[in-house]
């Protein structure tokens, strides 16, 4: 079953994260099929973003590409399965 391999990770996103428009965290996952990635305020307010993702070896790279970008102190939380 493709979710009994699913790994939870959350990251607050930094001034330098804004700047380089991209987070990579290690997602330990081996060859996921696929992530499901939410952006909220830091009070937990859902952010409208759009952005996309990669995989590498062992990461998950988060682009902040789409129309609606995160911020600083704005929460990514990402479920890779």
């Known amino acids: ?7 939870g990770l959350s990251h607050v996103v930094t001034a330098a994260d804004v700047t380089a428009g991209t987070v990579t965290l290690q997602n330990n996952v081996i060859n996921p ?3 499901i990635v939410t952006v909220v305020t830091s009070a937990g ?3 409208a973003w759009d952005g996309g993702y990669t995989f590498g070896d062992g990461s998950i790279t988060i682009n902040n590409l789409g129309a609606t970008d995160w911020a600083a102190t704005n929460i990514i939380n990402v479920v890779a399965y």
């Not at 079953?1 to 790994?7: E, H, I, L, R, V």
């Open 1 to 7: 079953m493709g979710f009994s391999k699913a790994k």
């Open 33 to 35: 099929a696929g992530a």
């Open 45 to 47: 307010i859902p952010v």
